[in-house]
């Protein structure tokens, strides 16, 4: 059973970083793709990045590339997302999914099963 926690969001300006974390409190984590999705308010959940079970392919949606970084350590059951040069439009509140999805089928909300309750970023211009 998973169970998803994310953490690390706050209220940074434009230009810093933050790093984010998943831990899934369960003991199957290894085998999911995990992803991670944004909504700002007003708007629907939108694909930010995902990674695959072992950690070796990644994917970004174009508006982070370059400045984004998705990781995993499988040991401690947690996903990164690691957010650089943090613009005012990257301001949502950031969640973290798991699921059996491969390639494409990684960058849709119907790709997961789980989701956490999410974390604010807020980046002030």
């Known amino acids: 059973q998973v169970h998803l926690a994310e953490s690390g969001g706050g209220l940074v300006q434009a230009g810093d970083s933050l790093r984010l974390s998943c831990v899934d409190s369960?003991?199957?984590?290894?085998?999911?793709?995990m992803g991670w999705f944004r909504q700002a308010p007003g708007k629907e959940r939108e694909f930010v990045a995902t990674?695959?079970?072992?950690?070796?392919?990644?994917d970004y949606t174009n508006s982070v590339k370059g400045r984004f970084i998705i990781s995993r350590d499988n040991a401690k059951n947690t996903v990164y997302l690691q957010m650089n040069s943090l613009k005012p439009e990257d301001t949502a509140v950031y969640y973290c999914?798991?699921?059996?999805?491969?390639?494409?089928?990684?960058?849709?909300?119907?790709?997961?099963?789980?989701w956490g309750q999410g974390t604010q970023v807020t980046v002030s211009a």
């Open positions: 990674i695959s079970w072992n950690g070796e392919d990644t």
């Open positions: 369960g003991n199957t984590f290894s085998i999911y793709s």
């Open positions: 999914g798991a699921g059996y999805c491969q390639g494409s089928g990684c960058h849709v909300v119907q790709g997961y099963g789980v």
